[in-house]
């Protein structure tokens, strides 16, 4: 049994080529069909994940390689989703560990690599993209020996096979060097099933699965996806549901079986020992659950996972343009879908706040809470939010906050730029060294409040150029002040449409949100002004209708294009007193408090 099939996750820093890799293996072990029409990153088949070209969600597939099959586990190169990883190396026995030929061992591939020593995976190292003009595998390969010597618990970890691969091309070779037109994937594949283990064979034991993931289907509700760590499960059979607490298991028949063959599902009468299932009939399930013998219900450790750093408050839309284009607008409707997303995903946290038309919800950075707006938001959900906080911790009597180690990989003429950027924001620079051709990687380490919006200014600093990832790298003392965005907020002061007239005016005190015929209201931020105060305007004064005529006067208005913001920048540019609007159709900032007189008295009590 333990020799039939290999479990093995696929990772790696962003953009190293785990998806590639995965596209790759599936066709040429024959998983997607030669006739089909060709799909590129066929496992990131979410809407989100296809248009931000970034894994999210952990996907699995199995494909067979000489009479053994291989369940491969794709995961997220985000430190953000880093959720999703360890959910991932509870399903696997080893791991594959990509490397990008050029950049090196990367923040993100620390973090995923020192999960999978502490869980004692054994690793398959793949030195990618050899074909690149600037790569340096050899030079790499001692940068991971290195990270391994670093993190390596135990001596056996020190030893570990290597490969070259050209991923996008389908080919590698053994140990360091460069993979011949010949060369296919088939050598990485006997790699695998030589070096990785095949599960303990405990299969004589009562019955024992962990549930590590959810989905939900419309005609068998909510599945659960795990490994079965002993015995056999069978369809139709009753097992024994075990969840959080002291609470008796659940008895129920398992009404349906599923095992991953391909990039699809099978059904299945029974999945042996060590292999990964999919299970219906349970609808109250939770991941970190344990399905076990109905006789001797013994449950798992629980699924245990960071805690997360970046926290949002989630509340009801209120502004008076609330209810135009969404389906879901109450509190109800908020909790409900909230606690539908905890359930599926271990890395997310929901506590009730103050009000109960508010709540706050915790995660691991910006990105992964602005994927969790941008969902609801096409699901029809109307709701606003606070900028991001970071969530601190009490040591030895002193307060603590989140530290973010981080790179970011840009044309070297903007080198000083991206310094100058990090400077103000407590940012340390640890390392410069040259990636591409005309290119520098500069490596740095800051507090994670001082990184919210760090993305956003770099791009437009960089004109788009500019690549930047971050992960965790622990936590110290609270760093202090730290300065907030450069210039005011200019707010309207009523509700109406806007003018070409009002706007003209308007443009010559800063840069402008909205452009004319957008509705506005009062306390609806409608730019950002040149100076660090706020600025209450008319965004809706028309041009008055007089007997007068002259020829500067009835000249035509030409105005600059306006900033339009996407849900990350909007989260990443507001202020503590603002909020994000979101709606299916639009995205609006505003002030929390939305009359001037309101602000002006709430101003007058803080202290």
Known sequence: MAQQFRNVAIVAHVDHGKTTLVDAILKQTGAVASHQAPIERVMDSNDQERERGITILSKAASVEWKGTRINLVDTPGHADFGGEVERALALVDGVLLLVDAAEGPLPQTRYVLSKALRLRLPAVVVINKVDRQDARADEVLHEVEALFLDLASEDDQLSFPVFSAIA?????????????????????????????????????????????????????????????????????????????????????????????????????????????????????????????????????????????????????????????????????????????????????????????EVLEVAGRGELQLAVLIESMRREGFELQVSRPEVVVREVDGAVHEPVEAGSCDVPDEYVGAVTQALAPRRARITDVRPGDPGRSIVSFEAPARGLIGLRSELLTTTRGTAL???????????????????????????????????????????TLFVAPGDDVYEGMVVGQSSRDEEMVVNAVRPKEKTNIRTHSHDDGVKLAAPVIHTLETAIEWIADDELVEVTPDAIRVRKRVLGLEDRKRQAKRRP
């Open 168 to 356: 996008r091309d389908g080919r590698a070779v053994r140990g360091i060097g460069y993979p011949g037109e010949d060369d296919s994937l088939a050598c990485l594949l006997d790699g695998v099933v030589e070096h990785v283990p095949g599960p303990v064979d405990r299969s004589a034991e009562p019955l024992q699965a962990l549930v590590t993931n959810l989905d939900a289907s419309d005609y068998l509700g909510r599945l659960a996806i795990g490994r079965v760590a002993a015995g056999t499960l069978r369809r139709g059979e009753m097992v024994a549901l075990m969840g959080r607490g002291d609470g008796a298991p659940v008895r129920k028949r398992a009404t349906g079986l599923f095992a991953f063959r391909g990039i699809g599902r099978e059904e299945v009468q029974e999945v042996g020992c060590g292999d990964l299932f999919v299970l219906a009939g349970f609808e109250d399930v939770e991941v970190g659950d344990s399905v076990a013998d109905p006789e001797h219900p013994v449950a798992l450790p629980r699924l245990e996972v960071d805690e997360p750093v970046i926290r949002m408050s989630f509340g009801v839309n209120t502004s008076p343009l609330a209810g135009r284009s969404g389906r879901y607008l109450t509190g109800r409707h908020l909790r409900d879908r909230l606690a539908k997303e905890v359930l599926g995903n271990v890395s997310i946290k929901v506590r009730p706040s103050e009000t109960a």
């Open 468 to 510: 930047v990832n971050q992960s965790l790298a622990g936590w110290a003392p609270w760093f202090g002040d730290l300065p907030q965005r450069p210039g005011g907020a200019m707010v309207a002061d009523r509700t109406g449409s806007v003018t070409a007239y009002a706007l003209d005016n308007l443009q010559l005190r800063g």
